[in-house]
């Protein structure tokens, strides 16, 4: 599962540097396109680095969103934590992010 999220990383990194290559117009299109983007992350603290990639692309506008996995919960409290770190993260749109909670039992398609 951790190679899922590294690959769907390097997905939207590739986009990105893309994008800055391919100049202005096309970054606007490649944050449209990250803007419906959900990703988990590796770690279970806002000091883990998986955590802080991610609230770095929700900064950045890479991605919309954070999907938490079972492996990201440890306790009610810790996912107060990272729900308000990721809340207070600044979108360039001014959009809050939005954060999903993987619920197991149902059909999951993935890129």
């Known amino acids: 599962m951790h190679r ?8 939207v990194a590739g986009l990105f540097c893309h994008a800055s290559a391919a100049g202005a117009q096309d970054a ?4 449209l396109a990250g803007s419906m983007i959900l990703t988990g992350f590796d770690g279970q603290s806002v000091e ?13 506008g890479h991605i919309a969103g954070v999907i938490f ?21 600044t979108t360039p749109n001014g ?15 993935r890129l």
């Open 4 to 11: 899922a999220y590294r690959l769907i990383g390097l997905l």
């Open 28 to 31: 606007g299109l490649h944050r």
């Open 48 to 60: 883990d680095p998986g955590f802080q990639r991610v609230e770095a692309q929700l900064t950045q």
């Open 69 to 89: 996995f079972g492996d990201n919960i440890t306790s009610p409290e810790a996912v107060l934590t990272l729900n308000s770190a990721l809340r207070s993260a």
């Open 95 to 109: 959009l809050l992010p939005l954060l999903a909670v993987d619920a197991e039992g149902g059909l999951v398609q």
